[in-house]
């Protein structure tokens, strides 16, 4: 019977109107579930105010379902979302960083939370936060040591060339690194890609030779006069740069 009265108390949650809403939070506050109450934030009608009062219950507050959802609704007050921040898991800062119905100041402290944690997550949990995250986690991302990080990072459809070139430029760049980005069929079909790639000395030689043809004369002839690229692929350069070896596009 309990279990059925919460049933009820969710869908009246759920469905209620912004008054109706009112008169539930003003009566049966103190009958309802955190996990009923996860309902009210699924309701259209929900107010900041109404949000205020249900967070006003001491037992409520204390549920992290709770408090989780006050976080990613829209319509909770920046002071209280910015509160409950700090101790979300990484995967609902993940959530909140690129939800663009909440305001700007709480995306980008669940941004900067999320960012400050990375370096005590272990690979698996940075791989998934690559493939989702906003721009500001990618940029703290993509100088990631670990290549199937980097990996991950290539399929996240937020990911620019903006933001991997800093990447590619890097002379601090692992080999192994970029060589992943050299291996993309997505990503090294991009011009200003193959190009950083082969001007980047720390990109594996095999990997820049193969891109080296699909570069333009004048590229090429940047390359074979940059003295900090290994010689091989300098001569290499200078020979396609005077017409030799495969067509270039």
Known sequence: MVEGRQ????????????EELDLLLTGRLEEIEPAVARHLFRNPFLTSVLIDRLLGSKRLLAS???????????????ILALRFIPGLYWADL?????DMRLHPIVR???????????????????????????PAVIAAL???????????????????EGLLMPLLASE???????????????????????????QNSRTPLDRALVLLPLLKRTDLESVAGNLHLRLPL????????????????
């Not at 709770?66 to 920046?78: D, G, W």
């Not at 993509?142 to 620019?160: C, F, Q, S, W």
């Open 7 to 18: 049933d009820d108390l969710a869908r009246l949650l759920r469905e209620a109107s912004e």
């Open 64 to 78: 992290y379902e709770v408090r989780m959802e006050a976080a990613r609704h829209p319509r909770t007050s920046q």
């Open 94 to 98: 993940v959530r909140l960083g690129v």
């Open 108 to 134: 980008r402290a669940a941004e900067t939370r999320l960012v400050e944690r990375l370096p005590g997550l272990s690979v698996g949990e940075k791989m998934a936060i690559a493939r989702t995250a906003s």
């Open 142 to 160: 993509r100088h990631d040591p670990t290549p199937r990080v980097i990996a991950a990072l290539l399929e996240n459809p937020r990911l620019t």
């Open 172 to 198: 601090a760049a692992l080999p192994s690194v970029l060589a992943v980005v050299a291996a993309s069929p997505k990503w090294s079909a991009r011009y200003p890609v193959r190009l950083a790639l082969c």
């Open 234 to 249: 300098r001569r290499r350069a200078q020979l396609l740069a005077r017409g030799g070896g495969e067509l270039r596009i």
